[in-house]
Nanobody, 123 residues
C-alpha cells in the first residue's frame, strides 16, 4: 500500500519560513518524480515545485521561484519543501505527489497523492 504523509505545516507570519516534509512508503521512491502542489479555498490546485528522481533537477512556477526549494532524500524516501519569505497568498493546503517516470508530468499524471498539510501565513 502506497502512502504519502505530509507534515510541517502550520501558522507563520508573513516573511517567515516553513519546511514541509513528505514521507513515503510502499513505492520505489528513487524512481519517482516528486511534486508539491497547493490548493487554497475556492481555487484550483496549483503546481508549486517538482524534482526528478535523482534530485539534481527541479523546477518551479514564477510565483514561488527564488523563495521555495524542493529537495529529496532517497535513502529516507522523503521529499521536502523549504518555503522562505512567505506571503499571505501562500496560504493553502499543501500536497505532495509522486509520478513514476523520467519526463515532467502533467498534474493529472501524478498517480499518488498525500492528504495534505495546512499552511497559513498571517499578514
Amino acid at each position: 500500500q502506497v502512502q504519502l504523509v505530509e507534515s510541517g505545516g502550520g501558522l507563520v507570519q508573513a516573511g517567515g519560513s516553513l519546511r514541509l516534509s513528505c514521507t513515503t512508503s510502499g513505492l520505489t521512491f528513487s524512481l519517482y518524480i516528486m511534486g508539491w502542489f497547493r490548493q487554497a479555498p475556492g481555487k484550483e490546485r496549483e503546481f508549486v515545485a517538482a524534482i526528478k528522481s535523482s534530485g539534481n533537477i527541479s523546477y518551479y512556477p514564477d510565483s514561488v521561484k527564488g523563495r521555495f526549494t524542493i529537495s529529496r532524500d532517497n535513502a529516507k524516501k522523503t521529499v521536502y519543501l523549504q518555503m522562505n519569505s512567505l506571503k499571505s497568498e501562500d496560504t493553502a493546503v499543501y500536497y505532495c505527489a509522486g509520478h513514476l517516470g523520467s519526463r515532467w508530468p502533467q498534474t493529472r499524471e501524478y498517480r499518488y497523492w498525500g492528504q495534505g498539510t495546512q499552511v497559513t501565513v498571517s499578514s
